[in-house]
């Protein structure tokens, strides 16, 4: 590969080239690298496009790591300049909304596996505490995803009044919390534990049901229902 004399698809042989084997034998043929390659199209010098693409994956932890990547934490890759980061994070806004499309369409519990890697791509890569609720509908199906808080989450920071008034806005019949921990760590905490039972006390008021609160990391998103703790 370094001796390659261009750093663009064009210049690997044709039985090679990511594009060719694609519409050959179909994307399940390609690596992850060739794959991010399609979409990077040029290296810089010294660096193939495959090159590149593969630092990028070994970066950031491959391909679901990239996905929870911003675009500020991308410039560290030497020779991404603000196209193709720019290209890189409008494919994961594309897998954001693909899967909100889905919790859309159906009720939420019926994909569970939807409902985690939805939230992960939303808040798994934030370096500070967000708090956010899904609204849902009568059948649990999304209305809506809000950020409503951000910082050091305690029961003190996060006001039930608020997050009831948003539910109240969307004529939510049910929510879902959620709220990251960027220090890796997916087990709820007692504190976790004790806003989750302030918010389902305020929410009963107006006949709002909490459905579960997931802690929410790089690797994962841990489901407090499923602890039984809500």
């Avoid at 010098?45 to 590149?52: A, M």
Wanted: aromatic share 4%.
């Amino acid at each position: 590969m370094n001796g390659l004399a261009g750093t663009g698809l064009k210049s690997l042989p044709h039985d090679a080239r990511p594009r060719e084997k694609l519409l050959a034998r179909g994307p399940s043929a390609l690596s992850d690298a060739e794959l991010l390659a399609l979409l990077l199209r040029t290296g810089i010098p010294g660096k193939h496009v495959v090159q590149l693409a593969q630092e990028l994956l070994n970066t950031f932890g491959g391909v679901g790591g990239l996905l929870h990547t911003g675009a500020e934490a991308l410039k560290v890759i030497k020779g991404l300049g603000p196209a193709k980061r720019a290209e890189v994070v409008a494919v994961l806004e594309l897998a954001r909304r693909a899967l909100a499309q889905e919790l859309q369409q159906k009720a939420l519990f019926d994909s569970p596996k939807a409902v985690r890697e939805y939230l992960q791509l939303q808040l798994g890569a934030r370096n500070h505490e967000v708090f956010a609720v899904l609204f849902l509908d009568s059948q649990n199906r999304l209305i809506a995803l809000e950020e409503l808080f951000r910082g050091t989450l305690t029961q003190t920071s996060v006001y039930p009044r608020e997050v009831v008034l948003r539910a109240l806005h969307h004529h939510a019949a049910a929510v879902v919390l959620a709220h990251n921990h960027p220090s890796g760590e997916a087990r709820p905490s007692r504190a976790d534990e004790a806003l989750t039972q302030s918010l389902k006390a305020a929410l009963a008021l107006v006949d709002v049901r909490v459905l579960d609160h997931f802690i929410v990391t790089r690797e994962q998103a841990s489901s407090m229902a499923e602890c039984g703790l809500i």
